[in-house]
């Protein structure tokens, strides 16, 4: 038992070590490799547009229909459109977000990489002078964090979208109404921070995709298991940076709204 408890602790000493090293390998791999930075971002943002939309309209649609029951039968019908913008832009579109890239992507770069790490490819690398944290794992982590904020507007426009077809459909509220009521309760200053936070997410999720890919034991099973422990600590990291970031965000808006920043 203590041999593990060690053993866990020097591993999350080389990952604290691996993300220090990505961080500041970052600003020299957009420069240099401005090219795979692209297309890794095209492998995250737009091959997840199908999922993201999808998920954010049935979001959307059953938080009206649940909660749009509940509220006529107290007589607050009206507050429907407020209550559930601010729910669904402020917390649940950055949640979902994160969640859906951390299940896609942290399986996705584990994998990939775990399969380089099978093949040796990662090793020939190393032998050809090319570093892999700056010329793969850079790109990745970089692309997921500019995909995710990109991604959580989608879903909360698509989500709010859901909710007013379920209006439109079974409400009594004009689509005008609909939409000027949603913004009653909406401030920049809650929004944007909201949408913000994603990509630390998203950087959250490519860091530990690749760490978990270039750990992984030489063999097809290990790729597998690799696989699936990065969807499990991705999603994880989410939401524990979701429980740090928002008290820290609200201090911050706290304070700068008292002029105290």
């Known amino acids: ?43 995250v943002a737009v091959k997840s547009l199908p999922i993201v939309l999808g998920a954010g309209t049935s979001v959307g649609l059953v938080t009206w229909l649940q909660t749009h029951r509940l509220l006529v039968a107290n007589g607050a019908e009206s507050a429907l459109p407020s209550f559930l913008a601010v729910a669904v832009v ?62 959580t507007v989608l879903i909360d426009a698509s989500a709010l979208l859901g909710a007013l077809v379920g209006e439109v459909t079974a409400g009594k509220l004009s689509p005008l109404l609909f939409w000027r009521d949603s913004l009653v309760f909406l401030r920049l200053s809650d929004v944007i921070p909201a949408t913000l936070k994603t990509a630390v ?19 097809t099973e290990a790729v597998g298991r690799a696989a699936t422990l990065g969807v499990v600590r991705a999603t994880l990291a989410v939401f524990a940076a979701n429980v740090i970031l928002v008290p820290c965000i609200q201090l911050a808006t706290e304070a700068l709204g008292l002029g105290l920043l």
């Not at 951390?102 to 990662?122: P, Q």
């Not at 997410?201 to 063999?219: E, M, P, Q, Y």
């Open 1 to 43: 038992m203590i041999a593990r408890g060690v053993w866990q602790l020097e591993q999350f000493g080389r990952f604290v070590g691996f993300v220090a090293l990505t961080l500041a390998v970052l600003p020299r791999a957009v420069v240099e490799r401005f090219g795979e930075v692209l297309w890794q971002f095209e492998q």
């Open 90 to 151: 402020v917390e649940i579109g950055p949640v979902l977000a994160g969640v859906l890239v951390a299940s896609r992507m942290g399986a996705g770069l584990a994998a990939e990489l775990g399969s380089m790490r099978l093949n040796e490819e990662i090793e020939a690398r190393i032998v050809l002078g090319a570093d892999p944290v700056p010329s793969l794992v850079a790109p990745r982590a970089i692309a997921c964090a500019l995909a995710v904020p990109l991604l």
């Open 201 to 219: 997410f998203g950087l959250l999720v490519g860091l530990i995709g690749c760490w978990t890919g270039l750990n992984a034991d030489r063999s």
